[in-house]
């Protein structure tokens, strides 16, 4: 069967179809005596760019225990991106840098700290609404009321979600013995929202002007010398 999977580089951003010539898999089988009290595996895979201009490569690795007597996987215990050290994407720096680096840094403790990561999120949304919209109010929920009616509601209700979540790690509940737990694909789900505000908001208004600033200076170009 032939090896093929969809894949976009984490260093240069172009997407790439994956090979068994740019994709490497290793496992790893060890007991010991660990307290799991059973085999574990770790896996580790490796993926190269293909394209010449950039040829980086990543590396995660998983942690299954592992049933000998069926030759499988079982549970995973954990999970690790070992290069680069998180899923962040590559912004650029006409993005302010305060938002880029509260985004990297979600990313980066999204498995160790969810709760955290929400946060970071809730902090990046609030630094996107006061630059990008110029809204600044002493709090973001007044700063999201004031985007309803100007987004379109599925964008606005996403952002107020994002807004609430956040709110888990960055306040104490209550009931000091309430524990509301945020899950790494729960943080991811809010640093994914970050990720399609900066490209629909900060990229396509950059690529709109970089357009039409093509098209004035053609005109220009276009026009008769004065004589």
Not at 69 to 86: H, M, Y
Not at 113 to 122: G, I, M
Not at 170 to 182: F, G, P, Q, S, T
Request: overall charge neutral; some cysteine; hydrophobic content about 40%.
């Amino acid at each position: 069967m032939t090896f093929r999977i969809d894949w976009t580089c984490p260093f240069c951003g172009h997407a790439a179809v994956i090979t068994h010539d740019t994709y490497s898999s290793t496992m790893f089988r060890f007991n010991d005596g660990n307290k799991e009290k059973s085999v574990l595996a770790l896996l580790v895979d490796s993926i190269t760019c293909p394209r010449p201009m950039c040829r980086e490569y990543a590396i995660k690795a998983r942690l299954h225990t592992y049933d000998s007597s069926k030759d499988s996987l079982g549970k995973e215990l954990g999970r690790w991106q070992l290069r680069p050290n998180s899923s962040a994407k590559v912004f650029p720096d006409y993005i302010p840098k305060p938002i880029r680096e509260d985004y990297e840094e979600a990313c980066l403790i999204r498995d160790l700290s969810p709760k955290a990561a929400a946060t970071l999120a809730r902090r990046c949304l609030q630094g996107i609404i006061r630059n990008f919209w110029g809204i600044s109010k002493a709090r973001l929920v007044d700063e999201i009321n004031e985007l309803k009616g100007v987004i379109d509601q599925a964008t606005w209700e996403a952002i107020d979600a994002v807004r609430s979540i956040g709110n888990i790690g960055a306040h104490m509940e209550r009931d000091i013995n309430l524990v509301i737990e945020v899950e790494p694909e729960e943080a991811q789900l809010l640093i994914g929202l970050i990720e399609v505000l900066l490209k629909d908001w900060y990229i396509a208004r950059h690529e709109r002007q970089a357009h039409l600033q093509q098209i004035v200076a053609l005109s220009k170009s276009k026009r008769p010398a004065a004589t």
